[in-house]
């Protein structure tokens, strides 16, 4: 028999009190955006439109369980990536069209009511030069303009250490572009450009794959401007202009547009199933029927696609060769055709642009020969140390250590719990390799143009194949990399505040130095090749003499960690001085000026004989003395530099700046981008030097 209990009535519980909301976090105010920067030129103006290209902040739709940002001006969801001047919406991605702002946000953080993309915005820019229409020029009146040849009527010649490329694929893609994404025709018979590696833009090859319509589910959605057609088809039309095209990733969305052109929507937008990291356009090819560009991805697959054709490559495909995230990537200025890219595991390779993957027997993944290079250098490098024997440098160097004893991994113990003799300790390992530039080269390169060894052509996996070659400097993150513009030489910085300088042609580290405090987190070239940039969390900006190896100067004016920096191509003033640009996590845009001459050595700079430098690795700590060493200087003993302009331009943090030749470009954590319209004299000297260039 069951027994009814009857509820107990409601006063029987303590009534608790309601829970409170949990606290939200306040958000702070950002500083009033200006509308003009004086400088010693003249006045920057900033557009005030802000057109979409991308929205960081999540849609509901597309990301659950994430609530939508409040709107908060330019910061919130009515704000697509802010950039005034040139970037506009894209064809029917407006508010409403969620889809198609699905891409951007994804992997976005709010931080102080601001949504971050899970990457900066990088933008990569390439110069487009457009002729006059009906006055085709005297090269197109000679015939010029057809086929193959290049300047002179003189078809160009390739290198002769590239293998043969269009035997990979009987796939002929460069004459027949997507529907919608095609440039008019009679830009496509203009006179193809000439490369500085003797091949015409015409004759190169050309990404094989449709963006549109790819069966492939690594490309998620592909849409171009309903009027681009149309749009290309007015450049030139009253005469001949210029324009700069830009490629910009934002979350897992790759961009195309213009800037200081007439165009003021974003001319294509492509989608990947994965998340963009970086991206870089090859200004050596840049065409009107041509916009080589690559984008590099959190998975380690790098992309080569053309949106004016709308047609995509992939390299290192689903991460075969390097699956961490690609950092950076650079083309090489001294051949357009190569490029480097750098990983998360601190890894470098080089890669040839028009060249594949290995293809291994059997669908295998291939055993990659560099991670064993790299283990096999730091065991040589460790025996060396132990028995003191004589390593490349200079003439009569040896190293301190004398001690000799069993061969045991670093830091390994004896029986008797004794650390073998003669060994590093485990901390001295990365000291030991620090400094230590480990190269590895794809010998079996050359042979995919061997003709007596196409028979046996299956044996060697990496002929002809990517990468062509593989480096490792140091243990410590690599933060950013340049190339001078020579293409001499190649710049490192990174977490253990290290730049590094690597001499390309020889392929070995020429000099390191010291930053002054902490990691360094960007670099970058004058346009002469002379003078190195390089910003740190020090908040000081310090300038470096390639040629002298030495510190020239620091300049003090971020209160925050410098991000970015970028040179002035055309030079300031009387005797052309040089001008560069950095933005920091201070919000803060700074200009710089100086000349070779104001510069000049510190009082007690003391000047070392020839063929000497500072203090070598081998000589401080148990190093390799690969390279000059040379340890940061006291302030005392540095120039010091004072910006000309210092302006507080954006709320949140700035991550890039870029230096065009009619204005200056920013761009913030939360995708903000915003455009300072040169003065207008500043512009015309700009023109008039590059006039100049032109000719000479």
């Not at 969620?98 to 953080?109: D, E, K, L, N």
């Not at 027949?176 to 190169?204: E, I, N, R, Y």
């Not at 991460?319 to 961490?324: D, P």
């Not at 002054?516 to 940039?533: N, Q």
Request: with cysteine.
């Amino acid at each position: 028999m069951d027994m009814y209990l009857p509820p107990p009535p409601p006063q029987f519980f303590p009534r608790l009190p309601p829970r409170p909301p949990p606290p939200t976090v306040p958000v702070v105010p950002g500083p009033e955006i200006p509308d003009t920067l004086s400088a010693p030129e003249g006045t920057y103006t900033r557009l005030p439109h802000f057109p979409y290209v991308g929205n960081p902040t999540p849609i509901l739709g597309f990301d659950p369980g994430r609530p939508a940002a409040p709107s908060s001006g330019a910061f919130g969801s009515a704000a697509f990536l802010a950039a005034p001047g040139g970037f506009g919406s894209l064809a029917g991605a407006g508010p409403a069209a969620q889809p198609a702002q699905a891409g951007t946000s994804a992997g976005s953080t709010l931080v102080n009511g601001v949504w971050h993309p899970p990457h900066p915005v990088r933008f990569a820019w390439a110069s487009v030069f457009f002729a006059a229409k009906g006055a085709g020029g005297l090269g197109n009146l000679l015939g010029m303009g057809k086929g193959e040849a290049g300047a002179g009527g003189q078809t160009g010649t390739e290198y002769d250490d590239e293998p043969d490329f269009a035997s990979d694929s009987d796939e002929d893609v460069g004459s027949t572009p997507d529907v919608g994404t095609a440039v008019p025709q009679q830009q496509q018979q203009q006179q193809g450009k000439k490369l500085p590696f003797g091949k015409s833009s015409s004759g190169l090859p050309r990404p094989r794959t449709s963006l549109r319509s790819s069966s492939s589910q690594f490309v998620t959605r592909f849409v171009t401007m309903e009027s681009l057609p149309k749009a290309m088809a007015d450049k030139g039309r009253n005469g001949p202009e210029t324009v700069r095209w830009a490629v910009f990733n934002i979350g897992k969305t790759v961009g195309w547009g213009e800037e200081g052109g007439k165009i003021k929507e974003c001319m294509g937008r492509a989608s990947f199933a994965h998340i963009v990291t970086t991206v870089a356009v090859n200004q050596a090819t840049a065409a009107p029927d041509r916009l080589d560009a690559i984008v590099g991805f959190v998975t380690g697959d790098i992309v080569w696609m053309d949106f004016t054709i709308g047609r995509y490559s992939r390299i290192n495909k689903g991460g075969i060769l390097n699956s961490t995230a690609v950092t950076a990537l650079h083309f090489d200025p001294s051949k357009p055709h190569h490029f480097i890219a750098t990983f998360a595991d601190n890894t470098i390779l080089q890669f040839n642009l028009f060249a594949e993957d290995p293809t291994p027997a059997k669908d295998t993944a291939p055993v990659l020969p560099w991670p064993a290079k790299f283990d096999s250098q730091i065991d040589i490098d460790l025996l060396v140390v132990r028995d003191g024997t004589s390593v490349p440098g200079p003439p009569g160097r040896k190293l301190a250590s004398k001690r000799r004893g069993t061969r045991r991994a670093a830091g390994q113990t004896g029986a008797d719990g004794a650390q073998s003799e003669g060994e590093p300790a485990a901390g001295e390992v990365d000291e030991l390799v620090k400094d230590r530039l480990v190269f590895w080269k794809n010998e079996e390169w050359d042979l995919a143009n061997n003709e007596r060894d196409k028979k046996e052509r299956e044996k060697y996996v990496w002929a002809g194949k990517n990468p062509i070659a593989a480096c490792r400097v140091g243990r410590k993150g690599l933060k950013a990399v340049a190339f001078s513009p020579d293409g001499k030489a190649l710049a490192i910085v990174s977490d253990d505040g290290m730049l590094r300088i690597i001499d390309v042609q020889e392929e070995r580290l020429a000099d390191t130095f010291e930053s002054y405090y902490g990691p360094l987190t960007c670099v970058s070239w004058s346009p002469d090749s002379r003078f190195i940039a390089t910003g740190g969390q020090d908040d000081l900006v310090t300038l470096y003499s390639a040629r002298e190896a030495r510190v020239v100067a620091r300049g003090q004016g971020h209160t925050g960690y410098v991000t970015c920096i970028a040179w002035d191509r055309v030079g300031r003033g009387e005797g052309r001085g040089y001008r560069f640009a950095t933005v920091g996590e201070d919000g803060k845009l700074l200009f710089w000026d100086f000349t070779a001459a104001s510069l000049h050595r510190p009082r007690h700079h003391h000047v070392r004989p020839a063929g000497q430098s500072t203090i070598s690795l081998g000589l401080s700590r148990p190093h390799l003395p690969t390279a000059h060493f040379h340890p940061a200087p006291s302030r005392g003993q540095v120039a010091r530099l004072q910006p000309v302009l210092a302006r507080v331009i954006e709320g949140n943090m700035l991550t890039g700046v870029w230096v065009l030749s009619t204005s200056i470009v920013t761009v913030g954590r939360g995708a903000e981008v915003r455009v300072w319209v040169r003065p207008a004299k500043d512009v015309k000297d700009d023109k008039e030097a590059a006039g100049r260039g032109r000719k000479e």
